[in-house]
C-alpha cells in the first residue's frame, strides 16, 4: 500500500458521506488543536477589526464561501508551500469608524492656554502677598502688598507664555488668502508687524530692568528653561511657537511609491490639531514604515507636551518664588505643592489638544496591522514552523522561525518584526483603543478628586482661591476627556 502523500497541499471537495472539515467553527469541525502536530488552528485566519463577528474566518474562494482543506497535511507542507498557504489566511482588519467631534481651533486653544498661564501667575503671587486687611489694627488697606510686585517681571513672564498665541495669530489670521496687491494686505502686514516690534521692544526693556535691579544670578533663573530646550530640540526653533512635523499618505508621484504601489509617508510641517493619516494596506514594509513615522510623531507629541508643562509651571509657579523678597514670609509647602498641581493640569490641558480622539484612532488602526510576536520559550520541536519573511504578513497563531528564537504570532494580521521592542511597545500602547484616553482620564478624575479634598480642608481665603480656579480650569479638560472616552466605549462596543 502506498504511504501518505507528504508537502502536498490542495483545497477539495469532501463527498457528503464523510464528516466535512469546515472553518467557519460549526459543530462539525474536526481540527486538530491550534499548535499540536500536523496542525494549523484556522483561528488564524479571522482577521477582524471593531464590529466583526467571531467565524470569519477560512480560506475563501472566489464565491465567497468556505472551502475544505485536509488538516492533516498542512504540518507537513514544505516552506515556500506552507508560506502559499499563510498568505491565502490574510483578511483584511475592518477599522471602527469615529464621528466628528467638534475640536478647538488652534488659536482658541492657544489663547486657552495662555489665559489659564495668566491665571496661574496671578494666583501664586496672591499666595505670596497675600495680606489680611480685615483685621482692626491692619496696616494693609488692599488684599495684597502690590508695591512687592515685579512689574518688569510679569512682562517678561507674560511675553514668554504669549509666544505660542502670537505665533498662531500670525499664522491663521495674519497669513490668510487675500490679494496681495489690495490695500487691506498691506494694512494688516504693517499693523503686524509693528505689534511684534512693539512686543520684542517691551521684552527688552523689562529684561534689562530685571537684571538693573537683581543679581545675575537671580536673571539666571529665567535661562534654565533653555537648556532643557536645547537638549530637547537643539537648534530647531519651530518647536518653540508649537509647530509640529506629522506625516501624511502621498501617491502624487511614482518616487513616493513602493513596488506594490503602496504610498510612502511623506513630512509636512503642520499645527498641532492636525493629524497623520492612516491606510489600509497588506503591504509589509509600508505597515512598518507607517508605525515608524507614527511613533516619531508620537515622541515628539509627548515631548511637546511634557516641555511645555514645564515651562508653564517653572515660569508662572517658581520664578516668581525666586524674586521673591528675602524677608517674604510665605507657606512653602503649599506654595511647592501648588506648583506640581500646576504642571499636572497643564500636561493634561496640552495633552487632550495634541491627542484628539481621532489621532488615537489612527494609532489604533496601525497597531491592528503591525501586530505583535510572542517568543516561544522551551523546546517546540513538534510545532509546525515557517522561516520568518520580511515580505510576507502573517496570521494569527503562526510560527516563524527568526534569528532570535522562535515565536507566535498575537495580532490578527502580523507584519512586525519578531523580537522588536519598538514594535512591541507600540502594540502594547495602542492594542486597545481606549488604554491611552483611559490613563490621561484617571490621572485627570485623580487631581481633580486631589483638589475636592484640598479646597474642602482650606481655611485661608487664599487656599480657597486658588484651588477653585485651578478646579475651573480642569473641569473643562476632565469634562472634554470625559466625553471622548464616552465616546470612543461606544464606537468601539457597538463597532
Not at 507528504?6 to 477539495?12: C, H, L, S, Y
Not at 503562526?398 to 519578531?418: C, D, R, T
Request: glycine share 6%; hydrophobic share 40%.
Amino acid at each position: 500500500m502506498p504511504g501518505p502523500r507528504r508537502n502536498v497541499f490542495r483545497t477539495q471537495s469532501i463527498p457528503s458521506s464523510l464528516p466535512k472539515q469546515r472553518l467557519d467553527g460549526g459543530p462539525q469541525s474536526s481540527l486538530p488543536a491550534a499548535g499540536g502536530p500536523g496542525s494549523f488552528s484556522s483561528a488564524s485566519s479571522a482577521c477582524y477589526g471593531p464590529g466583526g463577528t467571531a467565524g470569519q474566518s477560512g480560506i475563501l474562494t472566489a464565491s465567497g464561501e468556505g472551502s475544505y482543506f485536509s488538516a492533516q497535511s498542512v504540518g507537513h507542507l514544505d516552506e515556500s508551500d506552507r508560506g502559499i498557504h499563510l498568505t491565502t489566511l490574510i483578511m483584511q482588519p475592518r477599522h471602527a469608524h469615529i464621528p466628528d467631534v467638534g475640536l478647538d481651533s488652534n488659536l482658541l486653544f492657544e489663547l486657552v492656554a495662555f489665559i489659564h498661564s495668566v491665571m496661574v501667575l496671578c494666583l501664586q503671587y496672591i499666595n505670596l502677598y497675600k495680606t489680611v486687611w480685615w483685621l482692626p489694627h491692619s496696616n494693609a488697606n488692599y488684599a495684597l502688598n502690590f508695591y512687592l510686585i515685579d512689574i518688569n517681571l510679569c512682562g517678561i513672564l507674560v511675553i514668554i507664555m504669549s509666544r505660542r498665541v502670537i505665533f498662531c495669530f500670525y499664522k491663521e489670521i495674519c497669513c490668510s488668502k487675500t490679494n496681495h496687491n489690495g490695500c487691506l494686505y498691506w494694512v494688516i502686514y504693517l499693523i503686524k508687524h509693528l505689534i511684534i516690534a512693539a512686543i520684542l521692544v517691551t521684552f527688552v526693556y523689562c529684561t534689562y530692568q530685571v537684571v538693573l535691579k537683581h543679581s545675575l544670578k537671580y536673571s539666571l533663573f529665567l535661562c534654565y528653561p533653555l537648556v532643557t530646550y536645547f537638549i530637547l530640540f537643539r537648534l530647531n526653533m519651530k518647536p518653540l511657537f508649537g509647530s509640529l512635523t506629522a506625516q501624511s499618505w502621498s501617491n502624487t508621484q511614482n518616487k513616493n511609491l513602493y513596488l506594490d504601489g503602496t504610498p510612502r509617508h511623506q513630512f509636512r510641517e503642520h499645527m498641532s490639531r492636525e493629524v497623520p493619516t492612516h491606510i489600509c494596506t497588506m503591504s509589509p514594509e509600508a505597515i512598518r514604515e507607517e508605525a515608524e513615522m507614527l511613533k516619531t510623531d508620537f515622541n515628539g507629541r509627548v515631548t511637546q507636551i511634557l516641555f511645555n508643562s514645564m515651562l508653564c509651571a517653572y515660569y508662572m509657579g517658581c520664578v516668581p518664588l525666586c524674586f521673591a523678597q528675602n524677608t517674604l514670609y510665605y507657606d512653602s509647602w503649599w506654595v511647592g505643592q501648588y506648583v506640581g498641581l500646576v504642571w499636572v493640569g497643564t500636561f493634561i490641558l496640552f495633552t487632550v489638544h495634541y491627542m484628539p480622539v481621532k489621532y488615537l484612532d489612527v494609532f489604533h488602526r496601525c497597531s491592528m496591522h503591525l501586530g505583535h510576536w510572542v517568543k516561544v520559550e522551551g523546546r517546540s520541536a513538534h510545532v509546525p514552523y515557517t522561516a520568518w519573511s520580511e515580505l510576507q504578513v502573517w496570521p494569527q497563531e503562526a510560527f516563524v522561525k527568526h534569528v532570535k528564537g522562535l515565536f507566535k504570532a498575537v495580532g490578527y494580521n502580523n507584519a512586525a518584526e519578531p523580537g522588536n521592542g519598538s514594535h512591541s511597545r507600540f502594540y502594547f500602547m495602542f492594542q486597545q483603543p481606549l488604554r491611552v484616553t483611559n490613563l490621561v482620564l484617571g490621572v485627570a478624575a485623580a487631581l481633580v478628586l486631589y483638589q475636592f479634598l484640598l479646597l474642602f480642608q482650606a481655611s485661608q481665603w487664599n487656599h480657597i482661591l486658588t484651588q477653585a480656579f485651578l478646579l475651573f480650569s480642569n473641569y473643562y479638560v476632565f469634562f472634554k476627556l470625559a466625553r471622548d472616552r464616552f465616546l470612543l466605549g461606544k464606537v468601539y462596543k457597538d463597532g
